[in-house]
Protein backbone atom coordinates (compact mmCIF):
# COMPACT_ATOMS: atom_id res chain seq x y z
CA UNK A 1 0.00 0.00 0.00
CA UNK A 2 2.69 2.61 1.01
CA UNK A 3 4.85 1.58 -2.38
CA UNK A 4 1.24 2.20 -3.89
CA UNK A 5 0.88 5.88 -2.82
CA UNK A 6 4.51 6.34 -2.89
CA UNK A 7 4.36 6.23 -6.96
CA UNK A 8 1.52 8.04 -7.15
CA UNK A 9 3.19 11.50 -5.25
CA UNK A 10 6.08 10.90 -7.99
CA UNK A 11 3.61 10.44 -10.90
CA UNK A 12 2.10 13.20 -9.70
CA UNK A 13 5.09 15.32 -9.03
CA UNK A 14 6.44 14.27 -12.82
CA UNK A 15 3.27 15.12 -14.60
CA UNK A 16 3.48 18.72 -12.60
CA UNK A 17 6.80 19.00 -13.36
CA UNK A 18 6.15 18.44 -17.00
CA UNK A 19 3.34 20.39 -17.19
CA UNK A 20 5.52 23.48 -16.05
CA UNK A 21 7.77 22.65 -18.64
CA UNK A 22 5.82 22.57 -21.74
CA UNK A 23 3.84 26.12 -20.61
CA UNK A 24 7.19 27.67 -19.83
CA UNK A 25 7.24 28.35 -23.66
CA UNK A 26 3.81 29.71 -23.50
CA UNK A 27 3.53 33.41 -22.80
CA UNK A 28 3.37 34.21 -19.20
CA UNK A 29 0.02 35.62 -18.20
CA UNK A 30 -0.31 38.83 -15.43
CA UNK A 31 -2.02 39.61 -13.25
CA UNK A 32 -3.56 42.27 -15.50
CA UNK A 33 -4.21 40.17 -17.89
CA UNK A 34 -6.11 37.89 -15.50
CA UNK A 35 -7.98 40.87 -14.08
CA UNK A 36 -9.31 41.66 -17.47
CA UNK A 37 -10.19 38.47 -18.68
CA UNK A 38 -12.13 37.68 -15.10
CA UNK A 39 -14.02 41.79 -15.59
CA UNK A 40 -14.91 40.11 -19.63
CA UNK A 41 -16.24 36.47 -18.28
CA UNK A 42 -17.86 37.31 -14.79
CA UNK A 43 -21.48 36.05 -14.52
CA UNK A 44 -21.95 37.89 -11.36
CA UNK A 45 -21.01 41.02 -13.26
CA UNK A 46 -23.62 39.96 -16.00
CA UNK A 47 -26.26 39.46 -13.24
CA UNK A 48 -25.95 42.99 -11.61
CA UNK A 49 -25.84 44.53 -15.21
CA UNK A 50 -29.22 42.63 -16.12
CA UNK A 51 -30.49 44.32 -12.67
CA UNK A 52 -29.36 47.75 -13.20
CA UNK A 53 -31.33 47.43 -16.77
CA UNK A 54 -33.91 46.27 -14.98
CA UNK A 55 -34.18 49.19 -13.06
CA UNK A 56 -33.58 51.23 -15.92
CA UNK A 57 -36.71 50.07 -17.10
CA UNK A 58 -38.46 51.24 -13.91
CA UNK A 59 -37.79 54.45 -15.00
CA UNK A 60 -39.19 54.28 -18.51
CA UNK A 61 -42.37 52.75 -17.51
CA UNK A 62 -43.57 54.97 -14.67
CA UNK A 63 -42.70 57.85 -16.86
CA UNK A 64 -44.94 55.92 -19.35
CA UNK A 65 -47.93 56.43 -16.96
CA UNK A 66 -48.02 60.62 -17.51
CA UNK A 67 -48.34 60.20 -21.05
CA UNK A 68 -51.63 59.29 -23.11
CA UNK A 69 -52.55 55.84 -23.19
CA UNK A 70 -54.51 54.44 -26.49
CA UNK A 71 -56.27 51.36 -26.29
CA UNK A 72 -58.55 49.32 -28.15
CA UNK A 73 -61.79 47.71 -27.33
CA UNK A 74 -64.14 45.31 -28.01
CA UNK A 75 -67.81 44.57 -26.37
CA UNK A 76 -70.41 41.85 -27.41
CA UNK A 77 -73.85 41.76 -24.75
CA UNK A 78 -76.47 40.45 -24.56
CA UNK A 79 -79.89 42.27 -23.09
CA UNK A 80 -83.10 41.14 -22.08
CA UNK A 81 -85.88 44.10 -20.85
CA UNK A 82 -89.27 43.77 -19.31
CA UNK A 83 -91.80 46.62 -19.00
CA UNK A 84 -95.37 47.72 -19.91
CA UNK A 85 -96.29 50.49 -22.24
CA UNK A 86 -98.26 53.59 -21.38
CA UNK A 87 -100.94 53.42 -23.86
CA UNK A 88 -104.71 53.33 -23.08
CA UNK A 89 -104.48 49.66 -22.36
CA UNK A 90 -102.09 49.16 -20.46
CA UNK A 91 -99.79 45.92 -21.48
CA UNK A 92 -96.37 44.03 -20.25
CA UNK A 93 -94.09 43.46 -23.14
CA UNK A 94 -89.99 41.64 -23.07
CA UNK A 95 -87.37 42.25 -25.10
CA UNK A 96 -84.13 40.87 -25.89
CA UNK A 97 -81.54 42.63 -27.47
CA UNK A 98 -77.85 41.22 -28.57
CA UNK A 99 -75.19 44.01 -29.19
CA UNK A 100 -71.59 44.50 -30.58
CA UNK A 101 -69.22 47.19 -30.56
CA UNK A 102 -65.70 48.13 -31.15
CA UNK A 103 -63.68 51.44 -31.00
CA UNK A 104 -60.84 53.63 -29.50
CA UNK A 105 -60.43 54.70 -26.36
CA UNK A 106 -57.66 57.54 -25.01
CA UNK A 107 -56.63 58.72 -21.36
CA UNK A 108 -54.61 60.87 -19.76
CA UNK A 109 -53.43 61.42 -16.49
CA UNK A 110 -54.14 65.80 -16.02
CA UNK A 111 -53.53 65.73 -11.92
CA UNK A 112 -52.80 63.30 -9.54
CA UNK A 113 -51.42 64.68 -6.81
CA UNK A 114 -47.19 64.41 -7.78
CA UNK A 115 -47.94 60.58 -7.10
CA UNK A 116 -46.43 59.77 -10.49
CA UNK A 117 -43.66 62.26 -11.24
CA UNK A 118 -42.71 61.25 -7.77
CA UNK A 119 -42.48 57.73 -8.32
CA UNK A 120 -40.24 58.86 -11.77
CA UNK A 121 -38.45 60.57 -9.25
CA UNK A 122 -37.74 57.69 -6.62
CA UNK A 123 -36.91 55.22 -9.70
CA UNK A 124 -34.19 57.58 -11.02
CA UNK A 125 -32.53 57.32 -7.25
CA UNK A 126 -32.84 53.43 -7.53
CA UNK A 127 -31.15 53.35 -10.88
CA UNK A 128 -28.40 55.59 -9.47
CA UNK A 129 -28.21 52.81 -6.43
CA UNK A 130 -28.22 50.09 -8.64
CA UNK A 131 -25.32 51.31 -10.46
CA UNK A 132 -23.08 51.70 -7.64
CA UNK A 133 -24.09 48.41 -6.64
CA UNK A 134 -22.69 47.19 -9.93
CA UNK A 135 -19.77 48.84 -8.72
CA UNK A 136 -19.40 46.76 -5.84
CA UNK A 137 -19.76 43.32 -7.60
CA UNK A 138 -17.60 44.77 -10.27
CA UNK A 139 -14.61 45.37 -6.62
CA UNK A 140 -15.85 41.82 -5.94
CA UNK A 141 -15.19 40.04 -9.11
CA UNK A 142 -11.60 41.93 -9.44
CA UNK A 143 -10.62 41.48 -6.18
CA UNK A 144 -11.45 37.55 -6.33
CA UNK A 145 -9.14 37.55 -9.41
CA UNK A 146 -6.30 38.79 -7.30
CA UNK A 147 -6.47 36.32 -4.60
CA UNK A 148 -7.04 33.24 -7.49
CA UNK A 149 -4.01 34.39 -9.20
CA UNK A 150 -1.65 35.01 -5.67
CA UNK A 151 -2.81 31.40 -4.79
CA UNK A 152 -1.57 29.91 -7.92
CA UNK A 153 1.32 31.73 -7.97
CA UNK A 154 2.19 30.92 -4.32
CA UNK A 155 1.38 27.06 -4.31
CA UNK A 156 3.46 26.89 -8.05
CA UNK A 157 6.31 28.07 -6.41
CA UNK A 158 5.86 26.06 -2.78
CA UNK A 159 4.98 22.55 -5.10
CA UNK A 160 8.50 23.22 -6.63
CA UNK A 161 9.80 24.28 -3.25
CA UNK A 162 8.85 20.59 -1.89
CA UNK A 163 10.07 18.75 -5.18
CA UNK A 164 13.39 20.51 -4.69
CA UNK A 165 13.13 19.44 -0.94
CA UNK A 166 12.35 15.63 -2.00
CA UNK A 167 15.13 15.66 -4.44
CA UNK A 168 17.81 16.79 -1.73
CA UNK A 169 16.22 14.30 1.09
CA UNK A 170 16.63 11.59 -1.65
CA UNK A 171 20.07 12.43 -1.54
CA UNK A 172 20.63 12.36 1.89
CA UNK A 173 19.42 9.34 2.41
CA UNK A 174 21.64 7.58 -0.09
CA UNK A 175 24.21 9.16 1.35
CA UNK A 176 23.22 7.91 4.96
CA UNK A 177 23.06 4.34 3.36
CA UNK A 178 26.08 4.77 2.30
CA UNK A 179 27.60 5.93 5.22
CA UNK A 180 25.64 3.29 7.27
CA UNK A 181 27.40 0.50 4.67
CA UNK A 182 30.96 1.68 5.45
CA UNK A 183 29.87 1.97 9.71
CA UNK A 184 29.98 6.06 9.87
CA UNK A 185 26.58 6.21 11.11
CA UNK A 186 23.91 3.98 12.70
CA UNK A 187 20.88 2.42 11.47
CA UNK A 188 18.98 4.96 13.50
CA UNK A 189 20.31 7.42 11.32
CA UNK A 190 19.17 6.08 8.01
CA UNK A 191 15.91 5.65 9.42
CA UNK A 192 15.54 9.16 9.96
CA UNK A 193 16.34 9.92 6.80
CA UNK A 194 13.89 7.87 5.12
CA UNK A 195 11.13 9.19 7.68
CA UNK A 196 12.00 13.08 6.50
CA UNK A 197 12.18 11.75 3.07
CA UNK A 198 8.55 10.20 3.57
CA UNK A 199 6.94 13.21 5.29
CA UNK A 200 8.64 15.77 2.26
CA UNK A 201 6.60 13.41 0.09
CA UNK A 202 3.51 13.85 2.12
CA UNK A 203 4.09 17.37 2.10
CA UNK A 204 4.59 17.74 -1.62
CA UNK A 205 1.30 15.91 -2.36
CA UNK A 206 -0.50 18.03 0.21
CA UNK A 207 0.94 20.92 -1.85
CA UNK A 208 -0.26 19.55 -5.06
CA UNK A 209 -3.49 19.13 -3.64
CA UNK A 210 -3.59 23.31 -2.86
CA UNK A 211 -2.44 23.93 -6.60
CA UNK A 212 -4.89 21.87 -7.69
CA UNK A 213 -7.88 23.92 -5.28
CA UNK A 214 -6.47 27.25 -6.42
CA UNK A 215 -6.07 26.53 -10.17
CA UNK A 216 -10.31 25.25 -9.83
CA UNK A 217 -11.02 28.75 -7.87
CA UNK A 218 -8.38 30.23 -10.25
CA UNK A 219 -11.01 29.00 -13.16
CA UNK A 220 -14.04 29.75 -11.56
CA UNK A 221 -12.94 33.68 -10.77
CA UNK A 222 -10.91 34.08 -14.37
CA UNK A 223 -12.88 32.32 -16.44
CA UNK A 224 -10.33 30.12 -17.73
CA UNK A 225 -7.71 27.38 -16.33
CA UNK A 226 -4.38 29.26 -15.24
CA UNK A 227 -0.80 28.77 -17.68
CA UNK A 228 2.50 30.06 -16.67
CA UNK A 229 1.38 33.03 -14.63
CA UNK A 230 4.01 36.11 -14.55
CA UNK A 231 4.38 37.11 -10.75
CA UNK A 232 3.78 40.80 -9.86
CA UNK A 233 6.67 43.05 -10.13
CA UNK A 234 5.84 45.45 -7.89
CA UNK A 235 2.44 46.77 -5.47
CA UNK A 236 -0.61 49.23 -6.56
CA UNK A 237 -0.19 52.61 -4.87
CA UNK A 238 -2.87 52.72 -2.45
CA UNK A 239 -2.39 55.47 0.66
CA UNK A 240 0.77 56.75 2.64
CA UNK A 241 -1.58 56.52 6.48
CA UNK A 242 -4.63 54.46 7.92
CA UNK A 243 -6.07 58.45 7.95
CA UNK A 244 -5.58 58.52 3.82
CA UNK A 245 -7.30 54.86 3.00
CA UNK A 246 -10.15 55.63 5.91
CA UNK A 247 -10.60 58.97 4.41
CA UNK A 248 -11.04 58.52 0.51
CA UNK A 249 -13.18 55.15 2.08
CA UNK A 250 -15.78 57.35 3.29
CA UNK A 251 -15.68 59.46 0.19
CA UNK A 252 -16.04 57.38 -2.58
CA UNK A 253 -16.67 53.85 -1.59
CA UNK A 254 -19.85 52.25 -3.11
CA UNK A 255 -21.54 50.91 -0.66
CA UNK A 256 -21.86 54.30 1.16
CA UNK A 257 -23.20 56.07 -2.49
CA UNK A 258 -25.28 53.49 -3.12
CA UNK A 259 -26.86 53.97 0.84
CA UNK A 260 -27.26 57.19 0.20
CA UNK A 261 -29.28 56.96 -3.23
CA UNK A 262 -31.87 54.46 -1.03
CA UNK A 263 -32.24 57.28 1.24
CA UNK A 264 -33.17 59.64 -1.21
CA UNK A 265 -35.59 57.06 -2.82
CA UNK A 266 -36.77 55.92 0.22
CA UNK A 267 -37.89 59.96 1.04
CA UNK A 268 -39.53 60.02 -2.36
CA UNK A 269 -41.69 57.17 -1.39
CA UNK A 270 -42.80 58.87 1.86
CA UNK A 271 -43.92 61.81 0.25
CA UNK A 272 -45.37 59.49 -2.56
CA UNK A 273 -47.57 58.11 -0.37
CA UNK A 274 -48.38 60.84 1.29
CA UNK A 275 -49.81 62.65 -1.95
CA UNK A 276 -51.41 59.56 -2.82
CA UNK A 277 -54.13 60.72 -0.37
CA UNK A 278 -54.95 63.25 -2.95
CA UNK A 279 -57.21 63.05 -6.11
CA UNK A 280 -57.21 62.29 -9.71
CA UNK A 281 -58.25 63.89 -12.62
CA UNK A 282 -58.32 62.14 -15.87
CA UNK A 283 -58.91 63.30 -19.31
CA UNK A 284 -60.80 60.36 -21.36
CA UNK A 285 -62.34 60.37 -24.96
CA UNK A 286 -63.94 57.08 -26.41
CA UNK A 287 -64.64 56.69 -29.63
CA UNK A 288 -66.92 53.47 -31.09
CA UNK A 289 -69.27 51.80 -33.23
CA UNK A 290 -72.55 50.05 -31.73
CA UNK A 291 -74.89 47.75 -33.63
CA UNK A 292 -77.66 45.17 -32.57
CA UNK A 293 -77.27 41.92 -34.41
CA UNK A 294 -80.26 41.29 -37.11
CA UNK A 295 -80.24 45.62 -37.28
CA UNK A 296 -78.55 46.66 -40.21
CA UNK A 297 -77.98 49.83 -38.96
CA UNK A 298 -75.43 50.92 -36.52
CA UNK A 299 -74.52 54.11 -34.56
CA UNK A 300 -71.51 56.32 -34.09
CA UNK A 301 -70.79 57.31 -31.34
CA UNK A 302 -68.09 59.46 -29.28
CA UNK A 303 -67.56 61.16 -25.97
CA UNK A 304 -65.17 63.28 -24.03
CA UNK A 305 -64.89 64.27 -20.35
CA UNK A 306 -63.27 64.55 -17.15
CA UNK A 307 -62.56 62.21 -15.02
CA UNK A 308 -62.51 63.09 -10.88
CA UNK A 309 -61.82 60.33 -8.29
CA UNK A 310 -60.30 60.85 -5.07
CA UNK A 311 -60.56 58.86 -1.59
CA UNK A 312 -62.77 59.48 0.85
CA UNK A 313 -62.17 56.41 3.35
CA UNK A 314 -60.49 52.43 2.32
CA UNK A 315 -60.35 51.17 5.72
CA UNK A 316 -57.15 52.95 6.68
CA UNK A 317 -54.83 51.23 4.19
CA UNK A 318 -53.22 54.65 2.68
CA UNK A 319 -52.07 56.25 6.12
CA UNK A 320 -50.54 52.81 6.68
CA UNK A 321 -48.60 53.00 3.42
CA UNK A 322 -47.50 56.10 4.66
CA UNK A 323 -46.26 54.79 7.71
CA UNK A 324 -44.41 51.68 6.18
CA UNK A 325 -43.03 54.27 3.62
CA UNK A 326 -41.37 56.33 6.26
CA UNK A 327 -40.61 53.17 8.39
CA UNK A 328 -38.59 51.94 5.06
CA UNK A 329 -37.11 55.61 5.15
CA UNK A 330 -35.82 54.80 8.45
CA UNK A 331 -34.76 51.53 7.72
CA UNK A 332 -32.09 52.98 5.35
CA UNK A 333 -31.31 56.19 7.42
CA UNK A 334 -30.13 53.62 9.96
CA UNK A 335 -28.44 51.16 7.30
CA UNK A 336 -26.55 53.82 5.74
CA UNK A 337 -25.01 54.31 9.98
CA UNK A 338 -24.14 50.44 9.82
CA UNK A 339 -22.97 50.52 6.08
CA UNK A 340 -20.55 53.77 7.64
CA UNK A 341 -18.93 51.95 10.68
CA UNK A 342 -18.44 48.49 8.03
CA UNK A 343 -16.61 50.78 5.66
CA UNK A 344 -14.61 52.02 7.93
CA UNK A 345 -13.63 48.95 10.11
CA UNK A 346 -12.99 47.48 6.46
CA UNK A 347 -10.53 50.33 5.77
CA UNK A 348 -8.59 49.70 8.74
CA UNK A 349 -8.54 46.48 8.43
CA UNK A 350 -7.58 46.35 5.17
CA UNK A 351 -4.70 48.48 6.19
CA UNK A 352 -3.73 46.36 9.08
CA UNK A 353 -3.13 43.39 7.23
CA UNK A 354 -1.14 44.95 4.77
CA UNK A 355 1.63 46.41 7.27
CA UNK A 356 1.64 42.91 8.58
CA UNK A 357 2.09 41.61 5.46
CA UNK A 358 5.12 43.54 4.88
CA UNK A 359 6.40 42.90 8.76
CA UNK A 360 6.05 39.14 8.26
CA UNK A 361 7.97 39.62 4.28
CA UNK A 362 10.97 41.46 6.44
CA UNK A 363 11.04 38.94 9.56
CA UNK A 364 10.78 35.57 7.05
CA UNK A 365 13.40 37.25 5.01
CA UNK A 366 15.68 37.27 7.81
CA UNK A 367 14.58 34.32 8.98
CA UNK A 368 15.86 32.42 5.54
CA UNK A 369 19.40 33.97 5.70
CA UNK A 370 19.53 33.32 9.31
CA UNK A 371 18.21 29.23 8.43
CA UNK A 372 20.88 29.27 5.67
CA UNK A 373 24.14 30.12 7.39
CA UNK A 374 22.68 27.48 10.37
CA UNK A 375 21.65 24.88 7.78
CA UNK A 376 25.08 25.10 5.94
CA UNK A 377 26.52 25.13 9.33
CA UNK A 378 25.54 21.78 10.42
CA UNK A 379 25.50 20.17 7.29
CA UNK A 380 29.46 20.90 7.68
CA UNK A 381 29.69 19.72 11.16
CA UNK A 382 27.71 16.69 10.49
CA UNK A 383 30.80 15.60 7.84
CA UNK A 384 33.36 16.08 11.21
CA UNK A 385 31.03 14.39 13.12
CA UNK A 386 29.89 17.15 15.35
CA UNK A 387 26.08 17.02 14.95
CA UNK A 388 23.73 14.18 14.40
CA UNK A 389 21.99 13.32 11.15
CA UNK A 390 18.54 14.51 13.27
CA UNK A 391 20.43 18.25 13.24
CA UNK A 392 20.89 18.07 10.08
CA UNK A 393 17.41 17.04 8.89
CA UNK A 394 16.01 19.59 11.71
CA UNK A 395 18.14 22.48 10.38
CA UNK A 396 17.01 21.83 6.87
CA UNK A 397 13.08 21.93 7.93
CA UNK A 398 13.65 25.09 9.08
CA UNK A 399 14.94 26.41 5.84
CA UNK A 400 12.21 24.93 4.31
CA UNK A 401 9.51 26.49 6.32
CA UNK A 402 11.17 29.78 6.64
CA UNK A 403 10.93 29.77 2.80
CA UNK A 404 7.88 28.87 2.32
CA UNK A 405 7.03 31.87 4.83
CA UNK A 406 8.22 33.78 2.54
CA UNK A 407 6.31 32.99 -0.32
CA UNK A 408 3.14 32.92 1.52
CA UNK A 409 3.81 36.23 2.83
CA UNK A 410 4.03 37.95 -0.47
CA UNK A 411 1.60 36.37 -1.95
CA UNK A 412 -0.37 37.91 1.42
CA UNK A 413 0.97 41.13 0.73
CA UNK A 414 0.28 41.30 -2.58
CA UNK A 415 -4.18 40.61 -2.00
CA UNK A 416 -3.71 42.82 0.91
CA UNK A 417 -2.64 45.58 -1.68
CA UNK A 418 -5.57 45.01 -3.07
CA UNK A 419 -7.93 44.64 -0.72
CA UNK A 420 -6.83 48.35 0.82
CA UNK A 421 -8.11 49.11 -2.70
CA UNK A 422 -11.43 47.84 -2.41
CA UNK A 423 -11.82 49.19 1.20
CA UNK A 424 -11.25 52.26 -0.48
CA UNK A 425 -13.58 51.89 -3.00
CA UNK A 426 -10.89 51.83 -5.95
CA UNK A 427 -10.88 48.51 -7.25
CA UNK A 428 -12.20 48.90 -10.45
CA UNK A 429 -10.96 48.94 -14.29
CA UNK A 430 -11.39 52.12 -14.32
CA UNK A 431 -8.75 53.00 -11.01
CA UNK A 432 -6.24 49.96 -12.72
CA UNK A 433 -6.45 51.13 -15.95
CA UNK A 434 -6.92 47.69 -17.59
CA UNK A 435 -7.13 47.28 -21.06
CA UNK A 436 -10.76 45.76 -21.36
CA UNK A 437 -14.13 47.09 -23.29
CA UNK A 438 -15.97 49.25 -20.89
CA UNK A 439 -19.57 48.55 -19.53
CA UNK A 440 -21.28 52.29 -19.66
CA UNK A 441 -23.78 52.23 -17.08
CA UNK A 442 -25.98 54.93 -18.42
CA UNK A 443 -25.88 53.54 -22.24
CA UNK A 444 -28.66 51.59 -21.47
CA UNK A 445 -30.47 54.41 -19.66
CA UNK A 446 -30.19 56.61 -22.50
CA UNK A 447 -31.43 54.49 -24.69
CA UNK A 448 -34.73 53.59 -22.47
CA UNK A 449 -34.99 56.87 -19.94
CA UNK A 450 -37.98 58.77 -22.50
CA UNK A 451 -40.03 55.47 -22.36
CA UNK A 452 -39.27 54.26 -26.92
CA UNK A 453 -42.34 52.75 -28.63
CA UNK A 454 -41.40 49.55 -29.56
CA UNK A 455 -41.86 50.65 -33.39
CA UNK A 456 -39.48 53.47 -32.82
CA UNK A 457 -36.26 54.08 -34.06
CA UNK A 458 -34.91 53.83 -30.25
CA UNK A 459 -37.28 51.06 -29.81
CA UNK A 460 -35.18 48.89 -32.55
CA UNK A 461 -32.21 50.51 -31.66
CA UNK A 462 -32.78 48.71 -27.79
CA UNK A 463 -33.94 45.52 -29.70
CA UNK A 464 -30.45 45.42 -31.51
CA UNK A 465 -28.96 45.78 -28.08
CA UNK A 466 -30.62 43.52 -26.45
CA UNK A 467 -30.08 40.72 -29.01
CA UNK A 468 -26.46 41.49 -28.83
CA UNK A 469 -26.45 41.11 -24.88
CA UNK A 470 -28.57 37.82 -25.70
CA UNK A 471 -25.62 36.37 -28.13
CA UNK A 472 -22.97 37.03 -25.11
Same mark, same amino acid.
Given at each position: ?130 RQALISAEQSVLFDAV ?45 ? @???? /??? %??? +??? =? $??? &?? !? ?22 LPYTANSIDDVRAVAL? @???? /??? %??? +??? =? $??? &?? !? ?52 ? $? ?26 ARLIAAGAAIKSSERQ ?105
Amino acid at each position: MLHRVRQAVQLGALALSVSMVSLGAAKAETLSDALAAAYENSGLLDQNRALLRAADEDVASTLALLRPMINWFGEIGLGYTVGETAATTPSSYNSTDRQAAIGLSFELLLFDNGVTKLAVDAAKETVLATRQALISAEQSVLFDAVSAFMFVVRDTEIVLLRQNNLRVLERELQASRDRFEVGEVTRTDVAL @SEAR /LEG %ARA +ELA =A $AQG &NL !LESQEFYTAAIGHRPGRLESPKSLPYTANSIDDVRAVALR @SHPQ /LTQ %AQY +EIS =A $AEL &NV !LRAKAGMGPTVTFTARQYVDQEFGDPYYTNSSSVGLSFSGPIYQGGRLSSLARK $AAAQRDAVRAALHLTRNNVSRQAGTAWARLIAAGAAIKSSERQVVAAQIAFDGVREEAKVGARSTLDVLTSEQDLLDAQSNVISAQATQYIAAYGVLSAMGLLTVDHLNLRVERYDPEAYYNLVKDAPALRSKRGQQLDKVLKTIGKE
